[in-house]
């Protein structure tokens, strides 16, 4: 390897997929392999990596097929200081030894290796210039040498490995696999050219809970550089169009967007068009299904600039919410680490009528963050805005190739969509606004605008900016004219649909609404920006990256990392050491944060980060949350750590029968330095939320009455049986329901508010000699997460896949409920009984059976793994069987 100052030395082991494209095939806007093959590559990184040139690939292994398995090698002969590792296939095939030196470098890379091949799915960090794919695989097996030689696409990097060669080398290039051995033995010396082999392999949980990290010398050089960015970086200026409409579920038709789309004299770089109510079909709003996707997005390619190419950069759409991303088409291939998310906020906190989609990406060293949001609708529900827009912010995450962001982690963020908030009726009715709406004095009515008030008092939007507002409002019209809604409601006019943004470097050029558009009962919206992002001047770089280098190799032969923790006395627990956090007491769906500072007093730059125990497979307990999980210290400057705990449907049911208790210990790691251990303590105060059914009918008294043993012999069975047929909490709720809400319109579709579910919680635990407090919606939300939170669900887990299978005939459907244990299968047959009787008030409530079946489906089989994607022909089956129970006639025959 080279030793040079130019060089970082960065050394980089992956698995790349070297797709065999099928032609003409599209599956989501993504063009489709028809077969995989793979080569693992070793490369050098040269720093900076602008193209490339800068990349020496040192060896190749090509791979294609089915199946590798990696495993220690205890028959090959080797000493103290190296093992072997042997990887395979499950056929005949050439075995691969790697010999390796002893050392933490060896064991990262041999445990990323393991947890590849086990978890089926690779997660590549390739520096900045990244070759890296994610997608998940069936395994592979390393190819032959005949194989090898019929892998024509392995030319491409062979020529990359010849010519990007330090001085053109190409005896290198000849060096086969057994060298592979040597470099990885020569990685653990000590001094210059240290290099670190690393291959990453995680899951999207796994690297939410901290399983990955970057290590080395490397990656402290990088965080020097990103804080001395401004040294390097020039500016250069996008333009960017966003444009938001809630088109209130119509097809567009023959509709031209240009007005609405192109309406700047020359075209923008960017696009970021969202779309809401897209469709209001009941299937969209079940299955996320629409044939009106399609027919926008024709519309919508129409309606771009004429004055440039563009070219798709991301679709996301979660029911009626859809965002597309566009870009020139020269600039695609400058776009990095593009990825696209979406988080639902209504009821069970993922339906899609609410919410929000969002793409991501990185534009030169500037990352760029788009979300279109639904919030919660009617003029007085504020709150539950306020909510959607926290549940948004915290819950939709990036999992990218270093690690997750979210939203507020970007650079540059464009927020928009409807964002429902209204002017205040308790200081101004709707016939003063439309009065002083009709006199453009539209500061007036905006004085008393919900969004501003709100933002205001800091509960949203916090340091987002909204340009200056010179058009009539968005909504409420008839629909086809401009006239201010006439229905009997009379909505009082509002801006319903704004666009805000957060960032330095962002200038708003104008925002306007596009009043010609009469489809809807929303006018369009959108607004045309500068977006400055930082581009990297070679030039420079090299000169801020030789100091960073010099200075570093001096700091790290005087000085080690030296940093203090300082926890506030506040969160100490009573008589403990300064490192132990104490969070008191810990309800159910309530969270608590504390932060501690780490300083750095030491004379060289930190990079600190939470590690792993031993055996274990997460950072922390699935109750703590940490941000950040890693960072980086100046001398001189501090860091803060904020620790949240929250104990949910996943984790409550473990402390309530004692698996698991609210005790944590937290390893920071310094690199090059100390361990420092943090533990975390907490007092949870069981609830039942998280009781298992055949405990809650056994449960006499409230279980704030029950002692944690007594609550554990409940759980095991261990207590007189059959006291209750269904739990009197279940009841309680359903019964409340049955008095206040059979009629109410939106039942169990509208999100209750927080505030009210954690007071009906702490009812349900007492159960005092008063009404039930909260709304209908907020009791209503309460029984879902009663019955989700069950450990065992109403159906249990053995009999899922019997359900799904029967779900065709209530004849085997009913079979199947005879197999249930005698409480579920009574809590069962509660339930749809509850909601036969909804349904006989549908002429009211407007409920249908496809949609409760819908969602009680997925809360009486709830799936065991709580990280489980969502499958919507699984939903479908479970749907099926519960709506069997809702609509055959001879329902409660021989249950």
Same mark, same amino acid.
């Given at each position: ?600 007093? =030491? @004379?060289? $730059?930190?990079?600190?980060?939470? &590690?792993? /125990?031993?055996?274990?497979?997460? %950072?922390?307990?699935? !109750? ?92 095991? =069975? @261990?207590? $007189?049986?059959?006291?209750?047929? &269904?739990? /009197?909490?279940?009841?309680?709720? %359903?019964?409340?329901? !049955? ?157």
């Amino acid at each position: 390897m080279p030793n040079s100052s130019s060089w970082i030395g960065e050394v980089l082991k992956a698995l790349l997929e070297h797709p065999n494209w099928k032609e003409g095939e599209e599956h989501g806007g993504q063009v489709s392999p028809e077969t995989r093959e793979f080569v693992i590559l070793v490369m050098d990184g040269r720093v900076p990596i602008l193209s490339p040139e800068n990349l020496h690939v040192a060896h190749l292994i090509p791979v294609v097929g089915n199946l590798f398995n990696c495993d220690i090698d205890t028959e090959n002969g080797t000493d103290d200081t190296e093992f072997c590792v042997k990887i395979t296939t499950n056929i005949t095939e050439p075995v691969i030894y790697v010999k390796l030196a002893r050392g933490h470098r060896s064991q990262n890379f041999i445990d990323e290796v393991f947890r590849a091949a086990q978890n089926k799915q690779i997660f590549y960090i390739l520096s900045k210039f990244c070759f890296g794919l994610s997608k998940d695989f069936q395994g592979v097996k390393f190819a032959s040498t005949a194989e090898v030689q019929g892998l024509s696409w392995l030319r491409f990097y062979e020529d990359l490995k010849r010519h990007s060669s330090p001085g053109g080398d190409e005896q290198d290039s000849e060096r086969g696999i057994d060298s592979v051995s040597e470099d990885f033995k020569n990685s653990d010396t000590d001094g210059e050219g240290d290099e670190d082999y690393e291959v990453v392999g995680v899951e999207r949980e796994s690297m939410a809970k901290g399983m990955t990290t970057l290590k080395g010398r490397d990656t402290i050089i990088k965080c020097v550089l990103d804080s001395k960015q401004e040294q390097f970086t020039d500016l250069a200026g996008y333009k960017v169009l966003i444009a938001t409409w809630n088109v209130n579920g119509q097809s567009p038709g023959s509709i031209c967007l240009s007005e609405w789309l192109a309406r700047t004299p020359e075209p923008p770089d960017f696009y970021a068009i969202g779309f809401q109510e897209l469709d209001l079909s009941k299937e969209a709003f079940l299955f996320n299904e629409t044939p009106k996707e399609a027919e926008w997005l024709t519309r919508v390619k129409e309606g771009l600039h004429k004055g440039a190419h563009y070219k798709k950069v991301k679709l996301v759409r979660l029911v009626g919410m859809m965002l597309i991303v566009y870009a020139k088409e020269n600039l695609i291939k400058s776009l990095k680490q593009v990825h696209m998310e979406y988080v639902g906020t209504g009821i069970l906190g993922k339906m899609g009528n609410k919410g929000g989609v969002a793409v991501r990406f990185e534009l030169e060293e500037t990352s760029i963050c788009f979300v279109n949001c639904h919030l919660a609708a009617h003029v007085e529900e504020y709150q539950r805005r306020n909510q959607d827009f926290q549940q948004i912010s915290t819950r939709l995450t990036f999992f990218l190739q270093h690690g997750i962001k979210y939203i507020k982690d970007h650079d540059l963020i464009f927020w928009f969509g409807d964002m429902n908030y209204r002017i205040n009726p308790q200081f101004m009715d709707a016939i003063e606004a439309k009065k002083l709406i009709q006199q453009e004095k539209y500061q007036k009515v905006l004085d008393k605008d919900q969004l501003k008030d709100q933002m205001r008092e800091g509960n949203v939007f916090v340091n987002f900016k909204e340009g200056p507002i010179n058009f009539k409002p968005t909504y409420k019209y008839d629909p086809g004219t401009d006239n201010w809604d006439s229905s009997e409601k009379n909505r009082s006019p509002a801006w319903c649909d704004r666009i805000l943004w957060k960032g330095d470097g962002i200038e708003q050029i104008d925002y306007t609404s596009l009043n010609a558009y009469t489809l809807s009962d929303h006018k369009p919206v959108s607004s045309l920006y500068t977006a400055n992002v930082k581009v990297i001047n070679p030039t420079k770089y090299r000169r801020v990256y030789e100091e960073a280098l010099k200075k570093m190799d001096k700091l790290e032969n005087e000085f080690l990392p030296q940093v203090t923790v300082d926890i506030p006395g506040g969160n100490l627990a009573p008589h403990s050491n300064r490192n132990e956090i104490h969070f008191g007491k810990i309800r159910f769906m309530e969270p608590i944060k504390k932060t501690f500072t780490v300083a750095n007093t =030491g @004379q060289v $730059p930190v990079r600190l980060e939470f &590690i792993r /125990k031993l055996d274990d497979l997460y %950072v922390c307990k699935d !109750w703590l949350r940490i941000e950040p999980l890693a960072a980086f210290i100046q001398p001189g400057e501090t860091c803060e750590i904020e620790l949240q705990v929250l104990v949910d449907k996943k984790s409550a049911g473990n402390l309530n029968i004692g698996k698991d208790t609210m005790y944590d210990i937290l390893v920071l790691h310094l690199e090059s330095g100390k361990d420092i251990f943090v533990t975390v303590i907490g007092e949870y105060e069981r609830s039942v939320f998280g009781c298992s059914i055949s405990a809650l009918v056994n449960m006499i008294d409230p279980i704030t009455s029950i002692s944690p043993g007594k609550l554990i012999e409940l759980e095991k =069975g @261990q207590m $007189p049986m059959g006291v209750y047929d &269904i739990p /009197k909490e279940l009841w309680f709720l %359903v019964d409340r329901i !049955w008095r206040m809400g059979m009629q109410k319109e939106s039942l169990f579709t509208q999100v209750g508010l927080t505030e009210e579910i954690l007071q009906i919680r702490d009812w349900l635990n007492v159960i005092p000699n008063t009404p039930i407090p909260g709304s209908v919606d907020s009791i209503a939300e309460a029984l879902f997460l009663l019955l989700e939170s069950f450990p065992e669900p109403v159906i249990p887990f053995n009999l899922h896949l019997k359900c799904l299978d029967a779900a065709s005939s209530y004849t085997s459907c009913k079979q199947i409920l005879k197999l249930l244990p005698a409480a579920h299968r009574n809590v069962f047959v509660y339930i749809c009984s509850f909601l036969r009787e909804l349904l006989a008030n549908s002429d009211k409530n407007g409920l249908e059976p496809k949609l409760l079946a819908l969602l009680f489906g997925r809360v009486m089989l709830h799936e065991q793994n709580w990280n489980t994607k969502p499958n919507q022909k699984v939903d479908k089956d479970k749907a099926t069987f519960i709506y069997q129970f809702l609509v055959n006639e001879d329902y409660g025959e021989d249950l």
